[in-house]
């Protein structure tokens, strides 16, 4: 069974919503084909097959419902988690949902994570790599990830889309090609360097893109952690807190980029990965046929494509 645990599904509605809410970049998402109109599922659902993949994890990112005002952020979660759970109740044997969180507001990202995952019986939760311009390490978001940890829930971690908060990336119009890894690397980094994954190891952290620039950088993060003023508050190496998470496979089809993932991270935290409607067609067929195509062992490729996303989400897959 292959599970891409990488895959969106927005209707114009949400986007509608967003739009409403102040939302300036909600036109890059519409007619991609990851909506439920006309015969877009069903194009979807051939793809899918056509490619192997029997059901898809969605999530909202990066049109999350993260505002300032908390009336908004709350009507805007709870919106998109009822549209994933009318979805997956109809197509159950396809898709698997993560609810949004109506960050940065604490209180109702607690109890709209209650409501997704108790009873609309979503299957973890996802969030963007930076939260209006807020790091996930922001002490005031350690409740939820307390929560979090306490279900043992899967947190899926996707870019924003804000070239990290750098100019230099969207000004020159970098946001994504460059942007999205950066702020992949970026996002692990915080995590890694606040001990996030040591106080809350029950959390199954998933990171796209490979983890972006991670699998180059670990070693010069594991010599530089050896300078106390660094990371003085964090026992273990980086490279050893990096192995508590989980990555995508999404590398466009570049296989070194791959092998250095697998390499620097290890096969067993690799799992299946689309960025479906981003990668669509060939490219979606491309971004699952990489992997066995890689010249990895076997064995290993096997496990990212067939193995491991099913361990990580459990006894939320059905059959």
């Known amino acids: 069974?292959?599970?891409?645990?990488?895959?969106?599904?927005?209707?114009?509605?949400?986007l509608d919503l967003l739009e409403g809410y102040g939302r300036t970049d909600t036109a890059f998402q519409r007619g991609m084909g990851a909506g439920l109109g006309g015969t877009e599922l069903e194009a979807r659902f051939a793809l899918m097959d056509s490619a192997g993949v029997t059901r898809q994890v969605l999530s909202a990112p990066p049109q999350s419902p993260h505002f300032a005002d908390p009336r908004h952020a709350l009507h805007a979660a709870r919106f998109v988690n009822d549209q994933y759970a009318e979805v997956v109740a109809h197509w159950p044997e396809r898709f698997l949902a993560l609810a949004s969180l109506p960050l940065p507001h604490t209180g109702p990202a607690l109890e709209e994570l209650a409501r997704s995952l108790d009873e609309l019986g979503l299957h973890g939760a996802c969030v963007t790599t930076s939260v209006l311009d807020r790091s996930l390490t922001d002490p005031a978001f350690a409740p939820v990830l307390a929560e979090l940890d306490r279900r043992g829930a899967v947190l899926f971690v996707h870019p924003a889309g804000c070239g990290a908060g750098s100019r230099l990336v969207t000004d020159f119009h970098l946001?994504?090609?460059?942007?999205?890894?950066?702020?992949?690397?970026?996002?692990?980094?915080?995590?890694?360097?606040?001990g996030v994954p040591g106080r809350f190891p029950r959390i199954r952290f998933v990171v796209c893109h490979l983890g972006g620039a991670l699998p180059m950088l670990l070693r010069r993060m594991d010599n530089q952690h050896a300078w106390e003023w660094q990371a003085p508050d964090v026992a273990?190496?980086?490279?050893?807190?990096?192995?508590?998470l989980w990555y995508d496979s999404v590398g466009h089809g570049h296989a070194p980029a791959l092998w250095a993932a697998v390499e620097s991270l290890g096969a067993d935290r690799i799992v299946l990965g689309t960025d479906f409607p981003y990668e669509n067609g060939d490219l979606?067929?491309?971004?699952?046929?990489?992997?066995?195509?890689?010249?990895?062992?076997?064995?290993?490729?096997?496990?990212?494509?067939?193995?491991?996303a099913r361990e990580l989400f459990g006894a939320a897959v059905p059959g």
Not at 1 to 14: G, K, N, S
Not at 179 to 191: N, S, W, Y
């Open 284 to 308: 979606f067929r491309t971004a699952v046929a990489y992997v066995e195509e890689s010249g990895l062992p076997p064995g290993q490729a096997a496990r990212i494509l067939d193995a491991n």
């Open 175 to 194: 946001t994504w090609s460059v942007g999205a890894p950066l702020e992949d690397t970026v996002a692990v980094a915080h995590l890694i360097r606040a």
């Open 236 to 244: 273990e190496q980086p490279s050893a807190t990096a192995r508590r």
């Open 1 to 14: 069974m292959r599970i891409d645990v990488h895959a969106h599904l927005w209707t114009d509605e949400y």
